[in-house]
């Protein structure tokens, strides 16, 4: 079974704070995704990254970054929380490949940016 | 704005009935469009999927339906149950790998039993 653990379910922050989600994966998968879904928006995609320290912007970039280190891990950074940020943030995963487009999900974390 | 653009907002169907779900696309680089359910407290899951060569596939009581020409594309359920009470959401990627997958709105389904 694949896992894709998020490190907080819950997390608040205030104005300014610099924030930190972790998300890791066990399955071995080559592609890592950070969207944010937001009612009546969807999931919109913030970064993906396709390799070890490979990465590429989706479409609401501004105000994130992003860290892969490791192949397992893919870490998304507020640089300085705003409360426009205030969102959940789902994770997930993808073998890559032919055949391998399935996205696998973390169960997300509620970011509250006071 | 979105590059997918899913309808209705919300559904409500009554148990046993047909629930259909409609998406459509602009951008003709997309290669592989799936569908995700997603039950509250829980990431998005992937229920069924389609590439742009077939015009549709079923899986069980749910079908794809695909109309490249149209840029369309629809999720039918089939004996709706409150089971399936649910978000749901098209999807279309692209790129090398279909890695840079774009997301509709969402559904929010309720099946009445």
């Known amino acids: 079974d694949v896992k894709v653990t998020q490190s907080s379910r819950y997390l608040v922050k205030r104005t300014g704070e610099k924030v930190f989600l972790e998300c890791v994966q066990d399955m071995d998968h080559e592609n890592m995704f950070w969207y944010r879904q937001d009612p009546g928006l969807g999931l919109r995609l913030i970064y993906f990254?396709?390799?070890?320290?490979?990465?590429e912007k989706g479409d609401i970039p501004e105000g994130y970054s992003v860290s892969r280190e490791k192949k397992e891990r893919f870490s998304l950074i507020l640089e300085s929380a705003s409360t426009n940020q205030t969102s959940m943030y789902l994770c997930a995963s993808s073998l890559g490949g032919a055949g391998g487009e399935e996205q696998y999900f973390g169960p997300g974390t509620r970011l509250t940016v006071t | 704005q979105q590059q997918v653009k899913q309808s209705p907002q919300s559904l409500i169907v009554q148990k046993g009935g047909i629930s259909i779900i409609n998406c459509a696309y602009e951008?003709?680089?997309?290669?592989?469009f799936p569908w995700y359910q997603q039950f509250p407290g829980k990431g998005p899951a992937l229920l069924i999927a389609i590439r742009p060569d077939v015009s549709e596939k079923k899986e069980g009581r749910f079908t794809i339906s695909f109309n490249k020409s149209a840029k369309q594309f629809s999720l039918h359920i089939m004996d709706s149950q409150p089971g399936d009470s649910a978000t749901y959401f098209c999807?279309?990627?692209?790129?090398?790998?279909?890695?840079?997958?774009?997301f509709g709105a969402g559904t929010r389904l309720t099946v009445k039993p």
């Open positions: 990254s396709y390799d070890v320290k490979m990465k």
């Open positions: 999807a279309a990627s692209m790129g090398v790998n279909n890695n840079d997958m774009r």
């Open positions: 951008n003709t680089a997309f290669d592989y």
